[in-house]
Structure formats: structure tokens, C-alpha cells
T-cell receptor, first 119, second 111 residues
Framework: GAVVSQHPSRVICKSGTSVKIECRSLDFQATTMFWYRQFPKKSLMLMATSNEGSKATYEQGVEKDKFLINHASLTLSTLTVTSAHPEDSSFYIC???????????????FGPGTRLTVL | GENVEQHPSTLSVQEGDSAVIKCTYSDSASNYFPWYKQELGKRPQLIIDIRSNVGEKKDQRIAVTLNKTAKHFSLHITETQPEDSAVYFCAATLNNNDMRFGAGTRLTVKP
């Protein structure tokens, strides 16, 4: 199957700083990537849909100025948590949708996640 | 928008028994229903999926059924093993956009 990487896997930062998380599709080009947030023992909540070359589409209740998404290439999307606060601490997971020419074209492949802790 | 409900939230079975997890969805336009298995601190892994033009799909010990009329779908795991213990999530989506996940089911298989 397709491989999606995420970096860093874990980050601890001070309140007020910004943190950038990278999501890469390693062996395929992904025109669409998704960003999810997962609280402990909870489900994955879609934050935004990231489309290469265009603005991200944010879910209701997600502040676009707080969670900046950039999808500058077909293999990389970044999520920047700006002016992070302790309530932003969470597990952030990205996924990339395989292109239509792959046999698994409907499947989303998930990255390993980034655990963010804001002190 | 789509709303997915999942039951039960926790499920404990004896090794060798079957486990069934059920989900309902609200948007009749949804046409793709994947099931993911997530172990603690790890990424969700797709274990089986079903599209709306199919009523049932099976892969070894795992099967999924879909009732479009009632808008519900279920995951069936037979001959459970301790390594099946994990959190399972159902999801529903139209063409794999805006995937909505159920709340998850924590399955424990006791040896």
C-alpha cells in the first residue's frame, strides 16, 4: 500500500509558540490530503481538507488562522499551529488519498501522527 | 453533513468468539464505508471497506455488511484472537471526501 509519513512524531513546545507538522506521501502524488485531530480515547475529527495549489477547506469550528495549512506540492502538506496553547495539545494525524489510477483509489492512507504537547 | 454513530463503545469477548460492531449514518448520498483498526498511539489501519453498490464483503475472518435502506453497516470478526484487541472505527464518506468517523469501539479479546 501507499506510504504516508509525518514529521515530527512528537513535539513539546511552550505556550505562544508556533509548531509546523509535515505530512508527506512517499510513493504517490496526493492532490488531496486531510488533517485530523484526535483526543485521548476519542475519535478522529476532520479539521480540514488540503488541496494542492488551492486554499484548504476547513470544517466548522476550526479556526483557519489558528491552524494554517499549506499544500504546496503533490507530496507535501503542512499544518502550522500558531500561537499554541495547552488546549491545542492533541494527536494530529494526516491522511492522503490515493490518485484515481491506483487500484485503491478510494482509500485514504494515514500518517503515523504527531503528538503535540503545549506547556 | 454526515453523522456517524457507532455501537458499542466497548466490547469484550472470549478468544474464539465473534465480535460485531454496528454503525449508522445519516447522509444517504454516502457511498464508501471503511473500517479502521487503531492500536494505542498508532495510525489507523484500513481493515476492510465496502462501497454502496455492494451488500456484503468478506476477507478471511472479517466481514462487513451494508444496508443502504436502513443506513447502517456492521463489522463482523469471527474466531477472534487476542491480537484483534484494538479500537475500531467505522467511517462514511461520499467519494472519500470529508470522511466522518464513528466514536470508536474498544475491543478486548480475552485469552
Amino acid at each position: 500500500g501507499a506510504v504516508v509519513s509525518q514529521h515530527p512524531s512528537r513535539v513539546i513546545c511552550k505556550s505562544g509558540t508556533s509548531v509546523k507538522i509535515e505530512c508527506r506521501s512517499l510513493d504517490f502524488q496526493a492532490t488531496t490530503m486531510f488533517w485530523y485531530r484526535q483526543f485521548p480515547k476519542k475519535s478522529l475529527m476532520l479539521m480540514a481538507t488540503s488541496n494542492e495549489g488551492s486554499k484548504a477547506t476547513y470544517e466548522q469550528g476550526v479556526e483557519k488562522d489558528k491552524f494554517l495549512i499549506n499544500h504546496a506540492s503533490l507530496t507535501l502538506s503542512t499544518l502550522t499551529v500558531t500561537s499554541a496553547h495547552p488546549e491545542d495539545s492533541s494527536f494530529y494525524i494526516c491522511s492522503a488519498r490515493a490518485p484515481r489510477d491506483r487500484s485503491t483509489s478510494n482509500e485514504q492512507f494515514f500518517g503515523p501522527g504527531t503528538r503535540l504537547t503545549v506547556l | 453533513g454526515e453523522n456517524v454513530e457507532q455501537h458499542p463503545s466497548t466490547l469484550s469477548v472470549q478468544e474464539g468468539d465473534s465480535a460485531v460492531i454496528k454503525c449508522t449514518y445519516s447522509d444517504s448520498a454516502s457511498n464508501y464505508f471503511p473500517w479502521y483498526k487503531q492500536e494505542l498511539g498508532k495510525r489507523p489501519q484500513l481493515i476492510i471497506d465496502i462501497r454502496s453498490n455492494v451488500g456484503e464483503k468478506k476477507d478471511q475472518r472479517i466481514a462487513v455488511t451494508l444496508n443502504k435502506t436502513a443506513k447502517h453497516f456492521s463489522l463482523h470478526i469471527t474466531e477472534t484472537q487476542p491480537e484483534d484487541s484494538a479500537v475500531y472505527f467505522c467511517a462514511a464518506t461520499l467519494n472519500n471526501n470529508d470522511m466522518r468517523f464513528g466514536a470508536g469501539t474498544r475491543l478486548t479479546v480475552k485469552p
